[in-house]
């Protein structure tokens, strides 16, 4: 019986690094949002050309993304050419210009190009708090029920896309 | 251009140490099964040039960084032609490659000092230490080479200014942390060493205790100041003023300096008494392999943290396979052996194996629970259930009783004799001890107002001191019923254990009183206005924009003033690093014995207002102060007179 207990350590190690191994593949970057499943929440925004007030009934029908950028954010920088390539592709993207001010913004979609079909401003934050955003860019995928199906923290590429683009 | 070779030299010389390495990981063993002194002597030359030639890679990666040699991926990632020089030096281990590098460089230099201490050991038992330690180092360089090799060149477009060093790591704290830490967390790998040694040899006498205690003590000594380093860092470089955050990273590094405490008490009874045995031998396998699975959890990318540098799926798989040959393999091997063991030695429930056995109960439970929260989430997701994390209130709530009461234990533990204390000696001067705590820490309760948990805790960090004092004072002036006046002289490893336990109730008291008596706000002030924050008028003079080597940064003048006295003069700053676009934010610090005083800007707003973060933080010092007393008691317990005698020559 002695003899058992002393091989305990050892077993215990075994499940341990199996568990590890399994575990090493995963993206562990990956944090998922509580409102995943969930309808996008209440706002009313003011738009970044022509100043209307958009709510959430105003959102397009059928799937979409949803942008969080900001002109002060240099991972926006890097992220904003293959936001164009996806435009170009016809994936629609809403835009919300992040804490942000209004003059810079358009100076940074006439330079840059626009790849979104709707910008709104939201320069307290509130709706970025609502959405749960920790900081730009982020992107969250809304599906065609209306329901936001996934969340990526960082900048959206073509390795991301790949991911991204089951949820759609 | 002679200078273009050193990475290839700097590779060659890793793969030479790794052949040399392999080759002290079979050699004296053969030697010890064949009976051949040959083999077995051959430890001590292949130890000394494995360590050479790792000392070589080492150096010459620093000289890659100090010439600006960018053709090295490695350089070019983590230096900057603008890099202040200490800096230079200190990114040697800023990234995963060269902090592996770092690992094996400490590795090495442990078995320099087990081969020049090889003289005080038995013939047989040096080598194979050296061996066993041959083994790790073989693992590590296999590692380093296969995965991650910091000699990697980037031809022939070579950059022509480097990616800078992460703005975090720039400074002095980060320049020690981790040499000090690996210190530690690689030291317990000679405990570990002799624990193996122990098991293959089938000698599982007290002997091996006794050869392992003082690498042992050295060891937790450095991870003691590596872990002490690292919070006082965290403190002023994070920017919002915690001392310790529960984050995956600094558990890891948390786990083995448990285990480790639990080691080194659990050594003093094998010594003393020849119990524990086997249990002892297990604990040397379980603090090395925390410190092995600390550096997967670190460099896998298994855990996120503040402090995941590196995450490499490859690499973690090599990591995951050198921990089950090395972790597994030795328990395995301890499956096999420890059942011979027998600890035929009997001890009373009141004598001290029983306060030690408590102490080593409680010390693994501690373990367990940090373990515990930091594999929890993985476990979570491993079952398929989602992600979630365990975060301080876990820790603070099942961590702290346990730990207080394990300081309850600490007190009266070395006030009991071995085998059976007589408890009607002591009742009255630990009943008189008690009274005086619980009373002394009601009076500062009372007058400060805080809850009935302070003054439970402060009442152990003054039975604490008050017993360590009592304890000192009995044996030094009242026992052998001399006079009073007369001076015995005890010895270190005695006086080790004094400072090293009155250390922890010091930094008891810091835990405490920064807890609860510490006040913060976060305001918006202008140049020219001011604000009071428990006692102190802060006033914020002027901004001014400065330009430092590698980034711009805009700095505050802040004066504050204590009843109408100038106290001290803060210049907390944001850093804007050019070369990586990273915003720091600078801590200023007004340090003092009972309080520091913590500035941090956080955003600018509007019209030259800025948003400043204002901390007053009680005690806070005596935390780290407490932790250095433990470092002093560790360095004296390693270097006690006791295991410094050479071996009799037959």
Same mark, same amino acid.
């Given at each position: 019986m002695?003899?058992?207990?002393?091989?305990?350590?050892?077993?215990?190690?075994l499940?341990?690094g199996?568990?590890?191994?399994?575990l090493?593949?995963k993206?562990?970057?990956?944090?998922?949002? @509580?409102?995943?499943?969930?309808p996008v929440?209440?706002?009313?925004?003011v738009?970044?050309?022509?100043? !209307?007030?958009? !709510?959430?009934?105003?959102?397009?029908k059928?799937?979409?993304?949803?942008?969080?950028?900001?002109?002060?954010?240099?991972?926006?920088?890097?992220?904003?050419?293959?936001?164009?390539t996806?435009?170009?592709?016809?994936?629609?993207?809403?835009?919300?210009?992040?804490?942000?001010q209004q003059a810079? @913004?358009?100076?940074?979609?006439?330079?840059?190009?626009?790849?979104?079909?709707?910008?709104?401003?939201?320069?307290?934050? !509130?709706?970025g708090?609502?959405?749960g955003v920790?900081?730009?860019p982020?992107t969250f995928v809304?599906?065609?029920?209306?329901?936001?199906?996934?969340?990526?923290q960082?900048v959206?590429?073509?390795?991301?896309?790949?991911?991204i683009?089951?949820?759609? | 251009?002679?200078?273009?070779?050193?990475?290839?030299?700097?590779q060659? *010389?890793?793969?030479?140490?790794?052949?040399?390495?392999?080759?002290?990981?079979?050699?004296p063993?053969?030697?010890?099964?064949r009976?051949?002194?040959?083999l077995?002597?051959?430890a001590?030359p292949?130890?000394?040039?494995?360590v050479?030639?790792v000392?070589?890679a080492?150096?010459l990666?620093?000289?890659a960084?100090?010439t600006?040699?960018? *053709?090295?991926?490695y350089?070019?990632? =983590? *230096?900057?032609v603008?890099?202040?020089?200490?800096?230079?030096?200190?990114?040697?281990?800023?990234g995963h490659?060269?902090?592996?590098?770092?690992?094996?460089?400490i590795?090495?230099?442990?078995?320099?000092?087990?081969?020049?201490r090889l003289?005080?050991?038995p013939?047989?038992i040096g080598?194979?230490?050296?061996?066993?330690?041959g083994?790790?180092a073989s693992?590590?360089?296999a590692?380093?080479?296969?995965?991650?090799?910091?000699?990697?060149?980037?031809?022939?477009?070579?950059?022509?200014?480097?990616g800078d060093?992460?703005p975090?790591?720039?400074?002095?704290?980060?320049?020690?942390?981790?040499p000090?830490l690996?210190?530690g967390y690689?030291g317990?790998?000679?405990?570990?060493?002799f624990?193996v040694?122990?098991l293959?040899t089938? =000698?599982l =006498?007290?002997y091996w205790?006794r050869?392992?205690?003082?690498?042992?003590?050295?060891a937790?000594a450095?991870?003691?100041?590596?872990?002490?380093?690292?919070?006082w860092w965290?403190?002023?470089?994070?920017g919002?003023?915690?001392?310790?955050?529960?984050?995956?990273v600094?558990?890891?590094s948390?786990?083995?300096?448990?285990?480790?405490?639990?080691?080194?008490h659990?050594?003093v009874?094998?010594?003393?008494?020849?119990?524990?045995?086997s249990w002892?031998?297990?604990?040397?396998?379980?603090?090395?392999?925390?410190?092995?699975l600390?550096?997967?959890?670190?460099?896998?990318?298994?855990?996120?943290?503040?402090?995941?540098?590196?995450?490499d799926?490859?690499r973690?798989v090599?990591?995951?396979?050198l921990?089950?040959?090395?972790?597994?393999?030795?328990?395995?091997l301890? $499956?096999?052996? $420890?059942?011979?063991?027998?600890?035929?030695?009997?001890f009373?429930?009141?004598?001290?194996?029983?306060?030690?056995l408590?102490?080593n109960?409680?010390l693994?439970?501690?373990t367990?629970?940090?373990?515990?929260?930091?594999?929890?989430p993985?476990?979570?997701?491993?079952?398929?259930?989602?992600?979630?994390?365990?975060?301080?209130p876990y820790?603070?709530?099942?961590?702290?009783p346990?730990?207080?009461c394990?300081?309850?234990?600490?007190?009266?533990?070395?006030?009991?004799?071995?085998?059976?204390?007589?408890?009607?000696?002591?009742?009255?001067?630990?009943?008189?001890?008690?009274?005086?705590s619980?009373?002394?820490?009601a009076?500062?309760?009372?007058?400060?107002?805080?809850?009935?948990l302070?003054?439970c805790s402060?009442?152990?960090a003054?039975?604490v001191?008050?017993?360590?004092?009592?304890?000192w004072f =009995?044996?030094?002036?009242?026992?052998?019923?001399?006079?009073?006046?007369?001076w015995?002289?005890?010895p270190?490893?005695?006086?080790?254990?004094?400072?090293?336990?009155?250390?922890?109730?010091?930094?008891?008291v810091g835990?405490?009183?920064?807890?609860?008596? *510490?006040?913060?706000?976060?305001?918006?002030?202008?140049?020219?206005?001011?604000?009071?924050?428990g006692?102190?008028?802060?006033?914020?003079?002027?901004?001014?924009?400065?330009?430092g080597p590698?980034?711009?940064s805009?700095?505050?003048?802040?004066q504050?003033?204590?009843?109408?006295?100038l106290?001290?003069?803060?210049h907390?700053?944001?850093?804007?690093?050019?070369?990586?676009?990273q915003?720091?934010?600078?801590a200023?610090?007004g340090?003092?014995?009972?309080?520091?005083?913590?500035?941090?800007?956080?955003?600018?707003?509007?019209?030259?207002?800025?948003?400043?973060?204002?901390?007053?933080?009680?005690?806070?010092?005596?935390?780290?102060?407490?932790?250095?007393?433990m470092?002093?008691?560790?360095?004296?317990?390693?270097f006690?007179k006791?295991?410094?005698q050479?071996?009799?020559k037959?």
């Open positions: 002695k003899r058992i207990v002393l091989f305990l350590p050892f077993l215990v190690f499940v341990l199996v568990v590890f191994y399994f090493l593949g993206d562990t970057q990956y944090m998922p949002s @509580a409102l995943i499943g969930q929440p209440q706002f009313q925004l738009t970044l050309k022509g100043e !209307q007030i958009k !709510q959430t009934d105003d959102l397009p059928g799937s979409y993304l949803i942008n969080f950028w900001g002109t002060w954010c240099p991972s926006c920088h890097v992220e904003h050419p293959y936001l164009m996806l435009a170009e592709q016809g994936v629609t993207i809403i835009g919300i210009d992040y804490k942000d810079a @913004a358009r100076q940074w979609l006439r330079d840059k190009g626009n790849p979104y079909t709707l910008v709104l401003m939201d320069e307290l934050g !509130q709706f708090l609502d959405m920790t900081g730009a982020e809304v599906n065609a029920e209306g329901k936001i199906a996934y969340r990526l960082g959206l590429n073509a390795q991301s896309w790949q991911v683009k089951a949820y759609l | 251009m002679t200078r273009f070779m050193f990475p290839e030299i700097g060659f *010389s890793l793969i030479l140490a790794l052949f040399f390495a392999v080759a002290l990981a079979t050699l063993m053969v030697g010890y099964f009976q051949s002194r040959l077995l002597n051959t001590r292949l130890t000394h040039i494995m050479c030639l000392v070589i080492f150096l990666l620093a000289w960084f100090i600006d040699d960018f *053709s090295v991926l350089v070019s990632q =983590n *230096s900057n603008d890099l202040p020089l200490r800096y230079k030096f200190s990114a040697v281990w800023g490659e060269g902090s592996l590098l770092l690992w094996v460089l590795l090495a230099l442990w078995c320099l000092a087990v081969a020049l003289d005080s050991l013939q047989t080598p194979l230490v050296l061996s066993v330690l083994w790790v693992g590590f360089l590692f380093l080479l296969f995965t991650s090799s910091p000699f990697v060149r980037i031809l022939p477009d070579v950059p022509t200014s480097g060093l992460n975090l790591l720039q400074d002095i704290g980060l320049i020690l942390h981790p000090i690996y210190m690689v317990f790998s000679v405990a570990f060493a624990a040694v122990a293959i089938g =000698n =006498n007290a205790a050869w392992a205690r003082p690498w042992t003590a050295a937790w450095s991870l003691t100041l590596g872990i002490t380093l690292g919070s965290a403190y002023y470089e994070l919002w003023g915690g001392w310790w955050f529960w984050d995956p600094e558990n890891a948390f786990m083995p300096w448990l285990a480790g405490t639990a080691l080194l659990s050594l009874v094998t010594e003393k008494r020849g119990v524990f045995k002892t031998v297990l604990l040397a396998i379980f603090t090395f392999s925390l410190s092995l600390g550096t997967f959890l670190v460099r896998s990318g298994v855990l996120t943290s503040v402090h995941a540098f590196a995450a799926p490859t973690g090599f990591i995951l396979a921990l089950v040959v090395l972790v597994g393999g030795s328990l395995l301890y $499956a096999l052996r $420890a059942g011979q063991v027998r600890s035929s030695v009997n009373g429930f009141s004598g001290r194996e029983a306060w030690l408590l102490n109960i409680l693994s439970v501690l367990l629970t940090v373990l515990l929260g930091t594999l929890y993985l476990l979570f997701d491993a079952l398929g259930m989602g992600r979630i994390s365990v975060g301080a820790f603070n709530a099942v961590f702290g346990i730990a207080l394990l300081m309850v234990f600490m007190a009266i533990g070395p006030f009991s004799k071995w085998h059976h204390t007589k408890l009607a000696s002591w009742w009255i001067p630990i009943l008189g001890a008690a009274l005086l619980m009373g002394l820490a009076t500062i309760v009372f007058w400060q107002t805080f809850d009935w302070t003054w402060l009442s152990v003054f039975w001191m008050s017993m360590t004092l009592l304890d =009995n044996k030094q002036f009242m026992a052998g019923k001399q006079r009073l006046n007369q015995r002289t005890l270190s490893r005695y006086y080790a254990m004094v400072i090293a336990h009155f250390g922890m109730a010091i930094s008891l835990v405490i009183m920064v807890s609860v008596n *510490s006040h913060e706000t976060m305001l918006k002030m202008s140049p020219g206005g001011q604000a009071e924050v006692g102190y008028v802060f006033v914020f003079d002027s901004m001014e924009l400065i330009k590698n980034y711009l805009d700095r505050g003048h802040f504050v003033y204590q009843q109408g006295h106290v001290a003069d803060l907390p700053e944001k850093r804007f690093f050019t070369t990586r676009q915003v720091m934010t600078e200023a610090l340090a003092g014995f009972t309080r520091d005083l913590y500035l941090s800007l956080g955003e600018k707003l509007e019209d030259g207002a800025w948003g400043v973060r204002i901390h007053i933080k009680s005690f806070v010092r005596w935390i780290w102060l407490g932790g250095l007393l470092v002093l008691g560790g360095m004296l317990a390693a006690d006791r295991y410094r050479k071996r009799k037959a």
